[in-house]
């Protein structure tokens, strides 16, 4: 299995800047894409970035010129750095990881990002 584990969120002022960690172990030589999901209090879970095992890379439009989505394979962990940060971003972000061993998705506890006006 795949655990995953984000580190990184709290509270920043509107303008601001975080950067998420999403730690990944178990059958973590699997994992092909990883990605990045955000859910806003009462809304559906939608999709912030995604990065390839190949490195091809897709922002929502949202995000796009204010977010980058990376990777560090040889510490299996993923990164969103996040900045430009408006209220609207405020939400729990979620790490996802897709094993291509097990044949399905695994997603992290979340960590709370809240951008104040």
């Known amino acids: 299995q795949v655990q995953l584990v984000e580190s990184g969120g709290g509270l920043v002022q509107a303008g601001g800047s975080l950067r998420l960690s999403c730690a990944a172990s178990?059958?973590?030589?699997?994992?092909?894409?990883m990605g990045w999901y955000r859910q806003a209090p009462g809304k559906q879970r939608e999709l912030v970035a995604t990065?390839?095992?190949?490195?091809?890379?897709n922002y929502a439009d949202s995000v796009k010129g204010r977010f980058t989505i990376s990777r560090d394979n040889a510490k299996n962990t993923g990164y969103l750095q996040m900045n430009s940060l408006k209220p609207e971003d405020t939400g729990v972000y979620y790490c996802?990881?897709?094993?291509?061993?097990?044949?399905?998705?695994?997603w992290g506890q979340g960590t709370q990002v809240t951008v104040s006006s």
């Open positions: 996802n990881a897709y094993s291509t061993f097990y044949g399905k998705y695994y």
């Open positions: 178990g059958t973590i030589f699997s994992i092909n894409a």
């Open positions: 990065i390839t095992g190949g490195g091809s890379i």
